[in-house]
């Protein structure tokens, strides 16, 4: 008798966040709320508010949960494969979401709507990861691809490779796009020469540079909003096309 009336307590907190989704959306939600009810899934008749907290815990926040390798959620007791899986399809639903929505829509007005389109999957990556978007005259989404994993540093993200791609997908406008795992979103020595670097090989193809946006955690840096994007044409436009002048 006890087991099932601790049963049919649960069954009725899983009734009430069902209920509480129903009404309100995700808005009311905490998010060990949101783990929990995702959690619910794959664990029926279960609790599983103490998983939900623990894995908050290790992975620091919900985009952290969802963005999690399958592997390391199930290191977490009580989390098995099936759920584990769960949060992971949410996770790459949500990105396919965004990119689904961003398509054939002038999206890319702003730094902010950058950010909101990408930070999802990108502020909780333990790994530099650079992304060039692809888009054509009226700023709308050709492609977005990952060019680069790890540090700017280490390695260099060639100019060229990236032209030639846009060329392919006869892009008239580029947007850049990497995180700094760090959480902090200012601009490194490195990302100001790799920018310039980029903006003035897009300008010898008369490809037009809108903006590189740095992803940190819940905040972002923008070069275009710093004014560096067109300093950095002006540059080009003083260095090479000054030598063209009779």
């Given at each position: 008798?006890?087991?099932?009336?601790?049963?049919?307590?649960?069954?009725?907190?899983?009734?009430?966040l069902r209920d509480k989704f129903a009404e309100g959306g995700l808005d009311r939600f905490s998010d060990e709320e949101v783990v929990e009810f995702l959690l619910t899934l794959g664990t029926p008749r279960k609790d599983v508010k103490l998983?939900?907290?623990?894995?908050?815990?290790?992975?620091?926040?919900?985009?952290?949960?969802?963005?999690?390798p399958i592997s390391k959620l199930t290191e977490i007791s009580g989390i098995g494969a099936k759920n584990a899986l769960y949060l992971n399809l949410v996770h790459h639903?949500?990105?396919?979401?965004?990119?689904?929505?961003?398509?054939?829509?002038?999206?890319?007005?702003s730094s902010k709507a950058v950010f909101d389109y990408l930070f999802h999957s990108m502020r909780d990556l333990k790994r530099e990861v650079f992304r060039v978007l692809y888009l054509n005259r009226k700023n709308e989404l050709i492609a977005d691809q990952d060019v680069f994993l790890g540090s700017l540093t280490g390695s260099a993200v060639y100019p060229r490779e990236i032209m030639t791609q846009a060329l392919e997908y006869?892009?008239?406008?580029?947007?850049?796009?990497?995180?700094?795992?760090?959480?902090d979103p200012s601009a490194s020595a490195e990302d100001r020469k790799l920018t310039r670097d980029l903006v003035w090989a897009s300008q010898l193809l008369m490809i037009q540079v809108?903006?590189?946006v740095i992803i940190?955690?819940?905040?972002?840096?923008?070069?275009?909003?710093?004014?560096?994007?067109q300093t950095f044409?002006?540059?080009?436009?003083?260095?090479?096309?000054g030598d063209l002048t009779p």
């Open positions: 008798m006890e087991k099932e009336d601790w049963q049919n307590r649960g069954e009725g907190h899983r009734q009430r998983q939900a907290r623990e894995v908050l815990k290790k992975f620091g926040s919900l985009s952290g949960v969802l963005s999690a639903v949500a990105g396919r979401y965004l990119r689904d929505g961003a398509k054939n829509k002038n999206f890319f007005g006869k892009a008239a406008a580029l947007v850049f796009v990497h995180n700094h795992p760090s959480g809108l903006d590189h940190g955690h819940n905040t972002y840096y923008s070069f275009a909003d710093d004014g560096l994007i044409i002006k540059q080009y436009q003083q260095t090479f096309q």
